[in-house]
């Protein structure tokens, strides 16, 4: 599975931004699908997760204000961002791992794939 990201950008706080992940493969459906970020001089960290069985996990700082999303006919996910903090500034990567290890991971070790991140600045 190979999962091109896009979408960050330069955003004052408040704003919205959307994010997209494109995988490719027949098997997209079986995979739950993350985000993750990593803000510089930070380990990196969950975001949200829209699981195979249409479960969705938050981190709690994000709960209320983003909004991951799947669309299965097109191998994508999507994380909307709203309410955008500096705190938010990060890379983002999405992810995915395999239906057979889990329903998600709240944890970067477990995942099978990533994309190659995508960088989204928030300015206060």
């Known amino acids: 599975v190979q999962l091109q990201a896009s979408g960050g950008g330069l955003v004052q706080a408040g704003g919205s931004l959307r994010l997209s992940c494109a995988a490719s493969?027949?098997?997209?459906?079986?995979?739950?699908m993350h985000w993750f970020r990593q803000a510089p001089g930070k380990e990196r960290e969950f975001v949200a997760a829209?699981?195979?069985?249409?479960?969705?996990y938050y981190e709690e700082s994000v709960k209320g204000r983003f909004t991951i999303s799947r669309d299965n006919a097109k191998n994508t996910v999507y994380l909307q961002m709203n309410s955008l903090k500096p705190e938010d500034t990060a890379v983002y990567y999405c992810?995915?791992?395999?239906?057979?290890?889990?329903?998600?991971?709240?944890?970067?070790?477990?995942?099978?794939?990533w994309g190659q991140g995508t960088l989204v600045t928030v300015s206060s």
């Open positions: 992810a995915a791992l395999r239906g057979s290890r889990g329903t998600y991971a709240h944890n970067p070790a477990p995942v099978d794939y």
């Open positions: 493969g027949r098997t997209f459906r079986s995979y739950a």
């Open positions: 829209f699981s195979w069985n249409d479960s969705t």
